[in-house]
Structure formats: C-alpha cells, structure tokens
C-alpha cells in the first residue's frame, strides 16, 4: 500500500481545503517529513488518517471513551464554518490486490442536521464509483489493514513512552498477536458457540426451567451492566491516581529545588557552626597567650643572630684576658727552663717565634671591645631561647594559625549551607501542597481499592449465578433424554470450543518467540550498546516481556534507561509490524519524545528509513531539529510545514520544513 494524497476539508484547525501529497519519488526516499509547532495540527492529520479508514472504528487521539460517535464527527467541524458545511477527509492510495495495482480513493464527508450527523463514505476504484465497496468498506478495509493492527502502523511519541513501561506493553502484545494471528476470530468464535449452547439448552427445558433460566440470565445482564459502569469508574480513578502521582512528583521536585529536603538538617548544621565556633574561640585564646610569651622574638631573630654571636664573642675575650696572664707566667718559664739546660740556638728561636705569635692571636681575641657585659646565666639563657625554644614556638605558631584558617573555612561552608537552607515560611506553601496531595490521592485511592472490592465482589456474584446457570441447564438434561439432535449440537460445541483453545494455545507457541526474536532484532538495529539485551522472551499466557543479558540472566527493565525503553517500544511496534507481513505505510506522530541526542540519531539513522517503504513523520521544530535533519535529509522525497494562523484560528499546508 502506498499513501499518494491527503485531503482535509473544513477538518479541525484545516479551513477550507487542503491536499498534501505524499507518494515517495522513489524507493530511496521514503519518508515525507511534516514539521509543525504544538497545536499546529501534527495529531489532526495523524487523526485523519485513521478516521478516512475506519470511520467510528478509529482510535483518534482526541476522542474520549464515552463519547459518541455523531458527536465526536460534530466536534472535529472546523469552529470558523457552519456545521452544516460540515467537513471531510480523504485518503488517496495504491493498493495490489492479486498482482493488479489498483487505486483508491476513500471519502469520508459529514455535516450537521439540527442535532443529528449525516455522513456518507465513497470510495473510488480506478476512477470508479464502487457502491458495494463504499457500503461495504469496514469489512473491505479489514482486509489488508484491520482497525486492530492500525496501531502498529500509525502511532505518536505518547504510544512509545506508554510502551516503555513493560506492563502497558504486555497489553499491547496480547492486543496484537492475537490480531496478528486471527486469534481475536477464535475466541469470537468460542464465545459464539457458548451462546449457541445456552440457546439449545434453553431449547431443552420445561416452561419452569426456561423462567428460572431467563431470570438467572436477566440477573447476569444486570451485574455485566453494573460491570460496564464500575469498570468505567475504575480506569477514571486510575487516570485520577495517575494526574494526582505526576503533580505530586512536580511538588516534590519544587520542594528539592528550593532547599526544603535540607530544612531539617538546619538544626544539626546550627549546632555544628556553634561547636565550630567555640572552637575557634579556644584556638584563638591559645593564639593569644603564644602571642604573649616568646613568639613576637620571631619577628627579630636576625637580632637575635647577631646578639648570640656577640656575647659568644665577649665571652670568649674575657676568657681569653684571664688565660693570657696564665700562659704569660707559663711561657717565660719553659724558656727559662730550656735556657737552663743550655738548649740550642735555633730552637729557641723557633720557640720564641712560636710563643709570640701564641701571644699576639691571643691578645686579638682579649681585645675585643664589649658592649653587652651578659653574664654567663645570661648567655645560656639567649642560646637557649634562639637554639631550641624560638623553633618549638615557631611551629606552635604555624600549627595555630593553620588551625584558624581551617576552622574559619568550616565555618564560612556552614554559614553558606545555613544560607542555602529556606525558613519555614518558604517552603511552607509547597508542604501543604504535597500534603493536600497526598491527602487526595489516599482519598481517590480508597475510593479505588472501594472499586476494585465491588468489581470483585461482583465478579464474584456473577460467576455464582452463571455457575446456578450451568447447574439448570445440566439439571434438565440429565432427565431428560429428548431433542437428542440440540444435545449432540451442544456436545460438539463444547468439543469445538475445547479444540479452539488448545489451538489457540498452540498458535501462539508456535509464534511468540518468532515474534520476541524480530522484536530483538529490531532493537539490536536501534541501540548502541550492543550486547545488552541478548534474549527476549514472550509469555504464551500473560504475555509479559523478560529480557537477558549477555550473561544471561533476566535483566530487570529498571536497568534500562528511559531512552533505551523508550528504544525497545519502538522495537516492538517496528517488529510487529514486520511480523503482520503487510506492506503497509509507516505513520509517526511527535516520533522522537524524550531521547536524548544519542538515540535519537539511532532513530534517524537506523530506523525511519527502514521503518517501512513509506514513512511520514510528523515533528515538531525541537524534535528533528536542523543537525537531525542533515542526517535523514537524503532519504526524505517530500516535506511540509503546518502553519498556524492565530488570528483565523486556521492551518495552512506549505512546501518545506522549518529551515527549507
């Protein structure tokens, strides 16, 4: 199937009419890029699509559940025209059917009568009109696209990130294997023959059996009606629970962000400042007083230097006077004795010689001039001081001050961190916030869990009855030996049924891990990590996805980022779609969510070329910017702009994308 046009008619922000086309120029170019601002119309167009299909079988975005059909078509009339004008879409396309080509053109037109909706559906074969095709189109379209696997054809950004939590997506995989497989049609059938049973049965029964019957089924309707209206409350208590989870999460992310998780740390903060300060205090009391002894000497101990040289010097000359009157007395007595004993000449020359110059060192030594007269006590004390004491005080000194800056600087942090947590008054509003939050969601989930109790005991009820049901119907028939033809009828159809679903067991089997392997394949296309996830299995029963890891062992989905589940969705829509075997076109609404640059690449480079051989992506301006452009632009045969006009309230088609 190949999508060639388009056409909006007086369709939601659409005024008048518009047509886009969209057959690819060739198969290397497969993908027209439609670019639009939010609330320019991507998701109308998306709509479109489906509507022009499947009339009130489309899954439109902005159709809610309980909403009629008439006024749904009544709501998407452009508001600048009539209703009565009305409004239309068509879709335009090629479709091979037994080896022919053959083109269609589907219109899908509707306009407002007082408070009714007139619509009327034609569709075009080659040119033409083909009035049983147009009375019969649901059927027809069935076909080669059935409205149950349109979602893996045409989705938006939102379907992906619902799919990126595995429980949506198990729901999905049921929802499209069993559609995939014909498996929807089986179980239509088995709930058929229960019905064509319980019919025969009724059949069977005397006029009694066939009140008490009747009014066991009566009662049945009532608790599946009852089941209908509570099942209703159920999911908008869960929509609720959902709205009231995502605001609690905003609350708690303003509460992080004005400081409130550190309000209660304030007190311990404060009594670390106070402990810090008194501490700062004693180590400045001890500056003080190693300030008061010897440590301003510090700031003179090249005088110091030079006072210990000169009393050294001092010392040595008073020493000196009292040693030279000694050896005085000592030297002219070895002369003597020497001349005594009549020692030679030359020696005692040699001896004066020596003696003299003794004597003139000396008396250099004797004659220095002192100035500071210290005693002996004195100078001991000074050499002292300056050897030993002055170096111990020194590094006191250094220890103290070091002391000091270190504790000023703890101090300063604190008197930050005291800074950067808020009052009371601050956050003040945002806790009664989170609490009135809180204090609804315990309400509406009370009121939920009250749901789920009533839809239980309902069930409950229920099953009893159609258990009483089974029981009157058998009841009969075990006395009763006629009609043997309608009991053949209901024995057959019981085998029938029990041989549908050990078939439809088997079907599945026989495809589910074919399906997890395409879906694996898909992803390993998609993701940069390679050898990630290296298995995944698919439940037969519940359906439920379980990856492994190279070593593996089941991987956790939590160990996934939000990108790479966000990765793994598409992987299931894309290998779905692969496994329907249809060759149908790829339609992508708001495609690239919430990646980050590096997996939106994978997208743009590994998948929306390859995502079928016709692909429209509609996007807005911060999704495949201009750098993402360039790397998809060669595979790109069309682009559009949807222009929104605020003053008419209207869109307008235009050639080109944002920065084209």
Not at 99 to 119: M, T
Not at 591 to 599: E, F, V, W, Y
Request: charged content about 30%.
């Amino acid at each position: 199937m190949i999508i060639d046009k388009i056409i909006l008619h007086n369709f939601g922000v659409y005024k008048d009419r518009h047509v886009i086309d969209l057959t690819p120029p060739s198969q290397d170019k497969p993908i027209t890029l439609i670019g639009a601002l939010n609330g320019g119309g991507k998701t109308t167009l998306l709509d479109a699509f489906q509507l022009a299909l499947y009339g009130k079988l489309a899954a439109c975005s902005n159709k809610k559940t309980t909403q009629a059909y008439h006024d749904y078509l009544r709501q998407c009339i452009n508001k600048s025209v009539s209703p009565s004008d009305g409004a239309a879409v068509e879709i335009i396309f090629q479709q091979t059917i037994d080896g022919e080509k053959h083109d269609f053109h589907v219109k899908r037109s509707w306009y407002a009568a007082g408070i009714s909706i007139n619509e009327n559906v034609q569709v075009q074969v080659d040119g033409e009109l083909d009035k049983v095709i147009s009375d019969g189109w649901y059927e027809y379209v069935e076909e080669f696209l059935p409205a149950k696997l349109s979602h893996l054809f045409f989705f938006d950004g939102e379907k992906i990130e619902s799919l990126a939590d595995l429980d949506n997506a198990s729901q999905l995989l049921e929802k499209a294997i069993h559609s995939l497989l014909g498996i929807d049609t089986v179980s239509q059938l088995s709930k058929d023959l229960t019905i064509l049973e319980r019919k025969k049965r009724v059949e069977q029964k005397s006029e009694y059996d066939k009140f008490l019957i009747n009014e066991v089924l009566a009662t049945i309707q009532e608790y599946e009606k009852k089941h209908i209206v509570l099942d209703l409350k159920r999911k908008k208590f869960e929509s609720e629970i959902k709205n009231l989870n995502e605001t609690k999460k905003k609350f708690e992310e303003n509460f992080r962000k004005i400081g409130g998780e550190r309000l209660a740390e304030r007190k311990s903060i404060e009594k670390r400042r106070h402990d810090i300060e008194q501490e700062l205090a004693i180590t400045n009391e001890r500056a003080r007083e190693i300030a008061a002894g010897s440590a301003p000497l510090l700031l003179v101990q090249d005088l110091l230097k030079n006072l210990v040289k000169q009393a050294a010097k001092e010392e040595n000359a008073q020493k000196a006077h009292i040693l030279n009157g000694i050896l005085n007395e000592r030297d002219m007595s070895i002369v003597q004795l020497l001349e005594g004993n009549s020692a030679p000449d030359k020696i005692m020359e040699k001896l004066n010689a020596f003696l003299e110059e003794d004597k003139e060192k000396r008396q250099k030594i004797s004659e220095i001039e002192p100035y500071l007269h210290l005693s002996h006590e004195t100078n001991q004390k000074i050499n002292n001081l300056f050897k030993y004491e002055l170096k111990n005080t020194k590094k006191f000194v250094q220890e103290t001050i070091y002391a000091i800056e270190l504790l000023s600087k703890e101090l300063d942090d604190l008197d930050r961190e005291l800074a950067s947590v808020p009052d009371k008054d601050t956050v003040a509003e945002v806790i009664n916030q989170l609490n009135e939050n809180k204090a609804t969601i315990k309400e509406v989930e009370r009121e939920y869990e009250s749901t789920l109790e009533a839809l239980k005991s309902l069930s409950y009820n229920k099953e009893q009855l159609e258990n009483r049901l089974e029981k009157l119907l058998r009841k009969k028939a075990d006395y009763e030996g006629e009609q043997l033809d309608l009991e053949r009828v209901i024995t057959y159809s019981q085998k029938t049924r029990n041989t549908l679903e050990t078939f439809r067991i088997k079907l599945v089997e026989r495809h589910v891990d074919h399906i997890a392997q395409i879906i694996l394949e898909s992803f390993e296309q998609l993701s940069r990590k390679k050898g990630l996830i290296t298995s995944i299995k698919i439940s037969s029963k519940t359906f439920t996805l379980k990856l492994y890891g190279s070593d593996g062992k089941e991987l956790p989905p939590d160990r996934l980022s939000a990108g790479e589940r966000q990765l793994l969705a598409t992987s299931m829509l894309w290998g779905l779609a692969k496994k329907s075997g249809r060759p149908l076109p790829t339609v992508i609404d708001t495609p690239l969510g919430r990646l980050d640059s590096t997996h939106r690449a994978h997208l743009l480079e590994r998948y929306f070329p390859y995502a079928s051989h016709q692909v429209l992506l509609l996007s807005t301006d911060e999704e495949i910017t201009k750098p993402y452009l360039s790397k998809i632009k060669d595979y790109i045969g069309h682009s559009y702009l949807l222009e929104h006009n605020d003053e008419n309230k209207s869109t307008h088609v235009k050639q080109g994308y944002f920065w084209s």
